[in-house]
């Protein structure tokens, strides 16, 4: 099995609640092999020291980011 680094590129946090949150990420899978980016809309909540925890997260691939956009956007109202 491959060891895969992975780098933010650049993220944001969209506050819930108090300790609710959900982080909307660029992200770099590195390899010995091969690099690739892609997308993640992570779910997470604060622990009782205050620190970030994650629970469930998608990864999207950056071909498909344009699609999802204009599903969501079709879908808000």
Do not use: C, H, T, W
């Not at 690099?35 to 993640?40: K, L, N, P, T, V």
């Not at 779910?43 to 620190?51: F, T």
């Amino acid at each position: 099995m491959q060891n895969i680094k992975f780098e933010i590129l650049n993220s944001e946090i969209v506050e819930i609640n108090e300790r609710n949150f959900i982080e909307i990420a660029k992200k770099k899978a590195i390899s010995s092999d091969i690099e690739r980016e892609f997308f993640s809309i992570s779910r997470g909540y604060l622990n009782q020291k205050g620190e970030r925890k994650f629970k469930n997260s998608v990864s999207i691939p950056p071909e498909a980011i344009e699609k999802v956009l204009l599903a969501l956007d079709r879908i808000k109202s």
